[in-house]
């Protein structure tokens, strides 16, 4: 799992540093790009589905770390489609613009012309384009809920683990130094916890206002 976990992520490296190159390409050439982008990204979906595979394989006490790590590079590679959506959005909306001025000043009406309406095949593939935003925006909320769930078992588990610690230092007679120590120590992992909880909520937020 550990080398296709690490092949996965360096594949999502190599389309994010693709992804800055989007917006200085020329028109002959970026479509080409996003097509490249398009495939890239399919395959790591494809990675993905094998690690979730993996992930539910490994030990008890390794899966649940295991699960958060595959859920976070499902994450971001969501994030990264739904970029390259937004940017396929506002370049067929840009050409379709630059389209149809192109046909409003070069076509000439007469009082007689029976045609004077004008195509709406591009508007139909904008409303297309961005019903296809939409849902990137919906798996990369879901993703998000994923994450956060998986914050809430890890939680669950880590008050778990401290009992049974709390348990077994009873039975040996542990100092209460030893015992104050470890009770710090869950306290500031709660906090942890906590904070990327909310963290990761408000990373959503901020994506679903300027991205939506």
Do not use: W
């Not at 495939?39 to 790591?44: A, E, G, S």
């Not at 100092?175 to 904070?195: C, H, P, W, Y």
């Amino acid at each position: 799992m550990e080398t296709l976990y690490h092949q996965t992520n360096k594949h999502i490296q190599e389309v994010q540093s693709l992804m800055g190159h989007l917006e200085k390409t020329d028109r002959q050439s970026v479509h080409l790009l996003e097509n490249e982008l398009q495939t890239r990204i399919n395959q790591i979906f494809n990675h993905l589905e094998r690690l979730e595979i993996l992930a539910s394989k490994e030990p008890p006490n390794r899966r649940q770390n295991a699960k958060v790590r595959v859920d976070q590079l499902k994450y971001d590679v969501q994030h990264l489609r739904t970029a390259l959506q937004n940017f396929q959005y506002r370049s067929y909306a840009r050409e379709a613009q630059e389209r149809e001025r192109e046909e409003l000043m070069s076509r000439t009406f007469t009082t007689n012309d029976a045609d004077t309406s004008i195509p709406i095949d591009e508007t139909l593939q904008l409303n297309s384009n961005l019903h296809n935003a939409h849902r990137g925006m919906d798996d990369l909320l879901g993703s998000g809920s994923s994450i956060l769930n998986g914050l809430r078992d890890q939680r669950s588990t880590l008050k778990g683990t401290h009992k049974k610690m709390l348990d077994v230092a009873n039975m040996l007679g542990l100092s209460n130094t030893v015992m104050r120590l470890i009770e710090r120590r869950a306290t500031q992992d709660k906090f942890i916890m906590i904070g990327g909880m909310l963290l990761t909520c408000i990373f959503i937020f901020l994506v679903i206002r300027y991205l939506g």
